[in-house]
């Protein structure tokens, strides 16, 4: 089993919960609820780990907060 992070964003304009893994080209999907955005994103990363030529970009280390003004 491997474990995969995604970055979650809902779209203010779709209201729809939109989601990637970075560093993982085409790791990306939406959903109307976190769980069918969860499921999603879990048949994606499956379907392209088919692939044996995944190569990833990037390693993911965390998020920040930046504070400004």
Same mark, same amino acid.
């Given at each position: ?7 979650? =964003? ?10 990637? @893994? !970075? /560093?993982? !080209? ?9 769980? =069918?955005?969860? =499921?999603?994103?879990? =048949? @994606? %990363? ?14 993911? %280390? /965390?998020?920040?907060? %930046?504070?400004?003004?």
């Amino acid at each position: 089993m491997r474990t995969f992070t995604a970055i979650v =964003e809902r779209d203010s304009d779709t209201s729809l919960y939109v989601g990637y @893994v !970075p /560093g993982f !080209p085409g790791a990306h999907s939406q959903g109307e609820t976190l769980d =069918e955005l969860h =499921e999603n994103l879990r =048949e @994606v %990363i499956e379907m392209l780990l088919e692939d044996e030529q995944v190569v990833f970009s990037t390693e993911f %280390i /965390g998020t920040q907060q %930046i504070v400004v003004g």
